[in-house]
């Protein structure tokens, strides 16, 4: 199973409110309603940055041109790509996606996860992108990063308020970018 990611912001001149509103209330449900699309995808949600949040602890710029992360998963990326060739999608999902998303700006990517910590599921993530440094491959990136926050987030010494941490890696034959997903779920008590 693959996971397809969708980094968006909202098209000029709608507010993030009006933004949130249009995908929760008309686009999210047009989305189900079209049963040749709806079919193969096993998993579907979105994600909305949290209003005010801001990074005091690692210090991170938060990405505020961005106003929604899509996850969606599939059985794989072909049929991925066959549910977005469909004429349904492309009639009627892939025009309603315009009328709120920047797509000149969004960025997609097909993702695998690799559980570190596990821990209960939240609704609070944070989403941490990250770039390899110059001259490391996809594989040396991943290698060393999945390495050093296992020995971070062991079960033994897992700091306050962290649920579980889960990494998300782009599929090498699937994109030449570098982009790598970071999810924190906060514990309930926290």
């Known amino acids: 199973m693959i996971k397809m990611m969708i980094l968006a912001p909202r098209r000029v001149g709608m507010t993030h409110a009006e933004f949130r509103k249009y995908v929760m209330e008309v686009h999210g449900p047009l989305v189900k309603s079209v ?14 940055p949290l209003p005010g ?16 992360v899509t996850e969606a998963s599939f059985d794989s990326v072909e049929a991925q790509k066959q549910n977005m060739g469909r004429p349904s999608y492309m009639e009627i999902v892939r025009p309603d996606e315009h009328r709120f998303a920047d797509g000149e700006r969004a ?25 390899r440094a110059l001259g ?15 020995a971070i987030f062991d079960e033994e010494s897992r ?16 994109h030449n970018t570098a982009y790598h997903w970071l999810v924190f779920g906060r514990s309930p008590a926290g």
């Not at 889960?166 to 599929?171: C, E, G, P, Q, V």
């Open 136 to 150: 490391l491959s996809r594989d040396e990136f991943q290698q060393r990063w999945l390495e050093g926050m296992r």
């Open 53 to 68: 949040a801001i990074d005091t602890a690692f210090g991170h710029p938060l990405a505020d041109y961005l106003d929604i």
């Open 107 to 131: 960025v997609m990517h097909y993702t695998t996860e690799w559980p570190v910590l596990r821990g209960e599921r939240t609704l609070d993530r944070a989403f941490y992108f990250r770039r």
């Open 35 to 48: 049963t040749a699309v709806a079919q193969d995808i096993r998993h579907y949600h979105y994600n909305f």
């Open 159 to 174: 700091p306050a308020g962290i649920a579980g941490y889960t990494f998300r890696a782009l599929r090498q034959a699937a």
